[in-house]
């Protein structure tokens, strides 16, 4: 018999500052450092994080 289900796309949670995809392992939540991790620039909506504050880059070393 074969499986004619599909799983659900997972939503894009990327934002445009991210360095890696998110769920990357050795990956995580940063501030952003574009924003501060306000989310805003002059008043909208920061474009390197998408308005979060946060960015997803890599942590950790060899």
Do not use: F, K, Y
Not at 29 to 38: E, Q
Request: proline share 16%; charged share 10%; glycine share 20%.
């Amino acid at each position: 018999m074969t499986d004619t289900t599909s799983s659900p796309t997972p939503p894009d949670t990327s934002r445009p500052g991210d360095q890696v995809p998110p769920g990357t392992p050795g990956a995580g939540d940063n501030v952003c450092p574009r924003c501060g991790g306000s989310g805003l620039l002059a008043g909208s909506a920061c474009p390197e994080c998408a308005g979060s504050g946060h960015v997803t880059t890599p942590i950790g070393g060899g």
